[in-house]
């Protein structure tokens, strides 16, 4: 057998080589007056048997008379989510070959009615499930989220259907040695020419974007802070109405397919932010495109890119006005500056950001202040931004993202909250409408639901603490005391010792607890749904 071998990008092996984003947005179609809608799905081959079926239609202020959705000739349930304006439906059994869906809106005080019908082929190698994400691809969302919640925007959730497209894809650049967005019909492992097409084979309908790197570290770290530091690549990290994320890694290939099915409101983000530390004082630019194309004398060395962007609904341009850096003595920092080119800027590659690219590195443990004016067309109308802020860099250099991802600070429960929700596979648990990453996955263990034994502790208000040499997790609240010892069915409360079908244990090294016992101890309410794989809580 052949030996395949991974050096066909020769020059900066040892450094990690990104691909221009990809971003790609289903068109919206005027019905009449108020009335707008994107493209029903799914469409084409898809790769799941019993698939969401739905059409996104933005109603005004009609109002909703009847719908109606036939599959092969049978009607079929249909429920409305008012949060994505979607209507959709799920087959009550899995799908085979080719499909025919039917869709009619009916509106109240209209005598026609708002039709479609479209068909999609479920492929002959479908999957009646998607699997929950790996440890790798786990750390991969936590170490984005990290800088989701340092932008002060909504964490990424996970989406299984652009997990699973984004191994896919990392594996098939693998597999032929490839690198890039794109895949070849007929070529093995093809399942979708694009992101979006590969997106919606797996069952993700929406905005699609997608980041990928080739590196020799096979640090998931390293990924995903090179893939942000790169100015072209960052902006899918920047805009809040990228909700949904996933990752895949495949040798030196790694993927990051971004999601969105909902525009934020209008939001302005800038990295680094307002007030932030440690962050890295130079760029080696391995980006492709090169965003320093245009400046012929550019050094492959530069200072830390800083970004702005302005997202959300209507958001139709963003013109640049002025822009300048001080460092700590007022000084003027010489600068590259990139701006969309609709607006009279130089970059094709920019809508809605502007990139500021000190020429030469930071220096260390500075601050340094950011003043920019944009101005901003939203919804035909034209307003203007004056932002000033500032940044420390890191006190050593290359340890900023160390320093970054340790002390990321998320905030601690609220003393008034109602219901906490623990979900298997889900690096996260949501106290009422928030989310918070969480340092390991619940899991199941012997029918019993495991989950990290510091964050339950936290959630429920109790003291947390842990033993080294006795492997023990101790939790106390009010008059309780709570002793599980690692790898035993024994535990003490209040010093009596009672026997468990599932006591605590050490996975990966992450100490779990079963949930059911250590919260109905201390003194909270347990649900468990099934459908969703979740645990509640109610404290």
Known sequence: MMKKHKKWIPIFLAQIIFLLVVMSTPPLTQAADQVTYYPPYPQGTIGIN?????????????????????????????????ERHTFYAKPSKPLTGSNTVKATIHLKGWANTIEKTWTFTVSKVSLSSLPLPNQEQLSAINLANDYRYILGIPLYEWDRSLNMAAQKHAE???RLNVFGHYQKEGTSGFFGETVADRASYYGFYGDTSEDISYQSNPSIQEAIDGLFDAPYHRIPFLNPSYQYYGYGKAGYFHVINFGGQIKSSLTRVAYPGQNQKDVPIAWNNYETPNPLR????????????????????QVENVRLKSAIILDEENHEVPIYV???????????????EVILIPKSPLALDKKYKVSVILEVKQNQLVKSY?????????????????TLHQQVNYPPFSDQMEEIHFRLGERFVQVDNAQYPIDAIPYVQNNR?????KVLGNSLGAKVDW??????VFYQKGNLTIELPINTLQVKVNGKTLLLDQGAITKDGRSYVPIRFISEQLGAYVDWDDEKQQVTIKP
């Open 294 to 313: 245009f400046y012929s004398n550019a050094p492959k060395k530069v200072g830390y890119p800083i970004m702005i962007g302005v997202y959300g609904s």
């Open 338 to 352: 990139n701006s969309p080119k609709n607006t009279g800027g130089n970059d094709e590659h920019l809508q809605n």
């Open 386 to 402: 004056d932002q000033t802020w500032t940044f420390q860099t890191e006190k050593i250099a290359g340890k900023g993202k160390d």
């Open 467 to 472: 033993n080294e040499q006795t492997k023990t």
């Open 50 to 82: 019993q698939p969401e079926i739905g059409w996104t239609i933005f109603l005004g202020d009609n109002q909703l008379e009847k719908v109606e959705f036939t599959l092969n000739g049978a009607a079929i349930p249909v429920t409305y989510d008012e």
């Open 449 to 453: 639901t495991m989950v990290p034994f």
């Open 172 to 174: 098939y650049q693998d």
